[in-house]
Nanobody, 131 residues
Framework: QVQLVESGGGLVQAGDSLRLSCAASARTFSTNTMAWFFQAPGKEREFVAAIIVRGYTYYADSVKDYADSMKDRSIVRDNAKNTVYLQLDNLKPEDTAVYYC???????????????????WGQGTQVTVSS
């Protein structure tokens, strides 16, 4: 059974940073694209970022054109620890949401931001940003 276990959420103030973690089984991690989504209350689940097995990253349209050093979120995978991380910087109240880790078998990258194209999901971790 595939398990994705998120951690790292919490209550922070605007401008703070958080690093979310998602641990997966070795078999899952070594063969799957890993991604993060978020879902704010009353809204649909939205794509944040994804990283394929070879390490290439994809980001939501709102940040993808920024240089890596200017992005306020970044996705990294540690293959030795079977863990994917989402670094969230300069958090804003509108970032308040449940953040989900997801995994999918390799397929066409055109659908990488589509939550319906993911095979496995974690239970989510709550991020709350106060103003």
């Amino acid at each position: 059974q595939v398990q994705l276990v998120e951690s790292g959420g919490g209550l922070v103030q605007a401008g703070d940073s958080l690093r979310l973690s998602c641990a997966a089984s070795a078999r899952t991690f070594s063969t799957n694209t890993m991604a993060w989504f978020f879902q704010a209350p009353g809204k649909e689940r939205e794509f944040v970022a994804a990283i394929i097995v070879r390490g290439y990253t994809y980001y939501a349209d709102s940040v993808k054109d920024y240089a890596d050093s200017m992005k306020d979120r970044s996705i990294v995978r540690d293959n030795a620890k079977n863990t994917v991380y989402l670094q969230l910087d300069n958090l804003k109240p509108e970032d308040t949401a449940v953040y989900y880790c997801a995994a999918r078998r390799p397929r066409n990258a055109n659908s990488i931001a589509d939550s319906n194209e993911y095979d496995y999901w974690g239970q989510g971790t709550q991020v709350t940003v106060s103003s």
